[in-house]
């Protein structure tokens, strides 16, 4: 992939790249994925509830540490949200509500200040576990998506 390096490498099958302008053969870390975070977190357009922000860092974080095959409801609900070891995600739908609300907020950033960042965090649907996609411009100007799913 042109113009991008390995940002962070998963369990050995999977690998979010991230845009990079170092020289050739440099690898980067995981700055370019934690400062697309960053933008998102100051940006007045991103809508979130400090829950939801809370949320979004959890699972960005937990992500490039290699440990997102660990985030699921339960450890959301114990972690983010404070809630006791006795949670039971089929009975209390903090998380997926949450969830639901980030997606939202992060598709409404996107389409209005996020329009020209680098980096695309998202959450698909059915997972806590973020995505990591890239956007090139291609010769007709519009953004392309290149996605690296964690």
């Known amino acids: 992939m042109a ?3 390995p940002c962070f490498h ?3 099958d999977v690998m979010i790249y991230a845009a990079y302008s170092g020289a050739e053969g ?3 870390d995981t700055i370019a994925c934690r400062g697309q975070l960053a933008r998102i977190r100051q940006s007045a357009a991103f809508d979130a509830t400090e829950r939801e922000c809370r949320l ?3 699972v960005v974080e937990e992500t490039l540490a290699g440990r997102g095959n660990r985030i699921k409801a339960y450890s959301i609900a114990l972690e983010v949200f404070g809630r006791s070891d006795a949670f039971d995600p089929q009975a209390d739908p903090i998380v997926r509500i949450a969830a639901s609300h980030l997606r939202r907020a992060l598709e ?3 389409l209005t ?3 020209a ?3 695309v965090i998202g959450i698909p649907k059915g997972s806590y576990v973020p995505s990591f996609s890239i956007k ?3 010769n007709d100007g519009q953004p392309n998506v290149d996605e690296q799913r964690c």
Do not use: F, V
Request: proline content about 12%.
């Open 136 to 138: 090139s411009i291609p």
């Open 3 to 5: 113009g991008a390096a």
């Open 26 to 28: 440099s690898r980067p």
């Open 117 to 119: 960042d680098p980096i």
């Open 108 to 110: 409404r950033y996107y």
């Open 10 to 12: 998963a369990s050995g």
């Open 56 to 58: 979004l860092e959890y």
């Open 113 to 115: 200040s996020g329009k």
